[in-house]
């Protein structure tokens, strides 16, 4: 199995950009969590799907970030306008969770940057 | 609400010594646990999980942690630490049967000198 697939794994792009990141989750997984990381803040949930459906997107910062699952196999983070205080690290993880919460397996990250 | 506390920000140990990582929830229900690691410039990797059943769990590359209920603890432990251990630990707990969103601690930042 390939792992959860992130891309791309670096982005640079200049303030008020559009930026969409790229999740495709483990085969068989049904939950996929959005995940962003700072030195600052650390690692904050921004969105979790179950069966393609959103859940909670409680941790979503704002109306300037928005997050799809069209099928099991793909998921798409975007901000749109992008700002400089969105530079982070951004995690896709997914799991199998049925009964409760089970191991999750993370992406390599993509590493963004807005100047 | 649950929480995860990890004391320590930043362990130092030498080459060859024991660690200990450690990890307290505050949580009403039986919890699922974890530790994650993550190496400089990748995602997180689980080491070790706890459901149910034996409180001491073995994980990979040598790890082992303890669920002590009483203290509401599941610290980490290794007995002898390599330079590629290097890394960042974070403990994480979930809901059996409910929530499928992990609360995450801090994490914890392993030196390790030669």
């Known amino acids: 199995d390939a792992g959860v697939i992130q891309s791309p794994r670096h982005e640079v792009t200049e303030m008020g950009q559009e930026v969409t990141l790229r999740c495709k989750p483990i085969?068989?997984?049904?939950?996929l969590f959005w995940y962003r990381q700072t030195m600052m803040r650390g690692l904050e949930l921004l969105i979790y799907f179950n069966n393609n459906v959103p859940i909670d997107d409680s941790g979503m910062p704002e109306d300037r970030f928005s997050a799809k699952m069209p099928n099991a196999s793909f998921s798409t983070l975007k901000i749109q306008p992008s700002e400089p205080r969105d530079s982070a690290v951004y995690f896709c993880?997914?799991?199998?969770?049925?009964?409760?919460?089970?191991?999750?397996?993370f992406g390599p990250g993509t590493r963004l940057t807005v100047t | 609400a649950q929480s995860v506390t990890q004391p320590d920000i930043h362990i130092t140990v030498s080459e060859g010594a024991s660690l200990e990582l450690r990890c307290n929830y505050s949580?009403?229900?039986?919890?699922?646990l974890f530790w994650y690691v993550q190496s400089p410039g990748q995602g997180l990797q689980l080491l070790l999980k706890y459901f149910s059943g034996d409180t001491l769990v073995q994980g990979i590359k040598g790890f082992e942690a303890e669920f002590k209920r009483s203290q509401s603890s599941f610290n980490l432990r290794k007995p002898s630490v390599h330079w590629s251990d290097a890394a960042e630990y974070f403990c994480a707990v979930g809901e059996k049967g409910g929530s499928y969103i992990p609360t995450f601690g801090r994490g914890t930042s392993l030196i390790v000198h030669p």
């Open positions: 993880a997914s799991s199998f969770s049925v009964g409760g919460l089970k191991e999750q397996y």
């Open positions: 085969s068989g997984h049904n939950s």
């Open positions: 949580y009403g229900a039986t919890p699922y």
